[in-house]
């Protein structure tokens, strides 16, 4: 990637990468901004993350605006295009200025010879606005993604879709044994920090304007951790006891093992997960926080590897997953994930649930969780367990939260409000 001082030409290769090498934008991101003025990496990351968004919908227009497609030489025009559309249209950049620079661009890019064609579409895309489409929030998903949500959840999926567009809240869950929330609502507001506390979450409090965690008082001596709230409701199903024996399965980066410890202080817990780089997040959680467990580096269907046959009581699964119900967090979601991965990871799913069963005490509690909205991730997999296992039965959830699936509860991203998860409750009968 070039060090270029033009910030559209940063914009476009990090897109590029995301695009062509299927690189994660938390990957390719901070390298290509890390020498940025605050306020320049800032302009990069809005435009990277709007053109991810709204991808699919800005490409779908400048090519209508096209007499023929882009050759295979000019592969970085798609990327520039996207950037430049996205700018016009969501964005107060002025649009001489974003033309201008889009424009220059090309030419960094190896894209002189098609200088004028990109200026021409800039300048057609200016007097457009996608946002006033209705079904352009559907067209910013691939064609995939947008059958599989209207398919399986007709009733909510224009919702779904608009809530995925939707820049996400900043949310806090507040540490109990610091402070309460509302005491903490009174220490914002005294920061003037504008915050409301969550729909559903004891201890979750929602911000206004998402804002640096320098700025939270008290942050760094643990009095709340920035945590969605769909996420923070995991402990609620645990029913957790002091001295229970817990273990947190995928536990990177921590949020939910720091969840059930600020909840019943006294566990004890193992927080395992497979990526020892990700499992250096949990060790920072706990520091910051003064909480304590054992941290294991293994996968957590391996179960050989890593259990030393002592059962738990308790189990939080946060399984793998396409992580469908946090595109509006992730929006390059939208470019990385393929259908076929959907089968893949239902496969390693249940194979999860079907080892880690085996180290879950008689009496014991698993919550099984993901951040998908897909049905096959979540009430499928949960059918599918119980059809295999005699000792397992499934405890309702009676939540004011979520829809009831018959297998578990399935929340959907709103606006405003919480991330997409989906949540099931089981536990483990004595068998003869």
């Avoid at 882009?70 to 592969?75: G, I």
């Avoid at 923070?232 to 024996?245: A, G, V």
């Avoid at 992730?330 to 085996?358: F, N, S, T, V």
């Amino acid at each position: 990637m070039s060090t270029s001082s033009n910030l559209r030409v940063i914009a476009s290769q990090v897109l590029d990468q995301v695009l062509s090498n299927q690189q994660s934008l938390a990957s390719c991101l901070e390298p290509a901004t890390c020498n940025l003025a605050p306020r320049d990496k800032a302009l990069v990351q809005e435009i990277v993350f709007g053109s991810c968004r709204w991808y699919f919908a800005l490409k779908q227009q400048y090519q209508s605006l096209m007499n023929h497609p882009l050759s295979k030489r000019h592969q970085l025009a798609d990327p520039l295009l996207v950037v430049g559309a996205y700018q016009l249209q969501f964005m107060r950049v002025p649009s001489h200025a974003a033309i201008n620079e889009t424009v220059n661009a090309a030419e960094e890019l190896g894209l002189r010879s098609i200088k004028g064609m990109i200026n021409a579409i800039l300048r057609k895309l200016s007097k457009e606005n996608i946002g006033d489409d209705p079904g352009a929030h559907a067209q910013s998903h691939p064609e995939w993604i947008q059958a599989k949500i209207q398919h399986n959840w007709p009733d909510q999926a224009s919702l779904i879709f608009s809530a995925n567009n939707e820049k996400p809240p900043m949310m806090l869950r507040v540490n109990p044994h610091y402070n309460s929330r509302d005491e903490y609502l009174a220490k914002l507001e005294q920061n003037a920090i504008s915050a409301q506390p969550c729909d559903f979450a004891s201890f979750g409090i929602r911000l206004e304007k998402p804002c640096p965690v320098s700025d939270l008082p008290d942050f760094m001596s643990g009095a709340c951790s920035v945590q969605d709230e769909a996420a923070q409701l995991c402990i609620e199903w645990l029913d957790l006891q002091p001295n229970m024996t817990v273990l947190d399965a995928c536990a990177a980066p921590g949020g939910k093992t720091c969840a059930m410890l600020e909840s019943q202080p006294n566990l004890r817990m193992t927080a395992l997960d497979s990526d020892a780089q990700r499992a250096e997040r949990i060790s920072e959680n706990l520091e910051r926080l003064s909480l304590s467990a054992t941290i294991k580096i293994a996968n957590a269907e391996q179960v050989d590897t890593w259990w030393d046959n002592v059962p738990f009581d308790r189990i939080l699964l946060d399984a793998p997953c396409s992580a469908t119900g946090v595109i509006r967090r992730h929006p390059d979601i939208k470019l990385l994930r393929r259908e076929g991965d959907i089968k893949q990871l239902a496969e390693l799913q249940l194979e999860m649930l079907r080892q880690l069963w085996q180290t879950l005490a008689t009496g014991g509690k698993l919550v099984y969780a993901t951040c998908s909205i897909f049905p096959q991730e979540n009430s499928r997999i949960i059918e599918r367990f119980l059809k295999q296992e005699r000792s397992a039965s499934l405890v309702t959830i009676d939540a004011e939260w979520g829809q009831d699936t018959g297998f578990g509860r399935q929340l959907f991203p709103r606006n405003d409000s919480h991330d997409g998860f989906f949540y099931a409750c089981l536990s483990k009968l004595e068998t003869h």
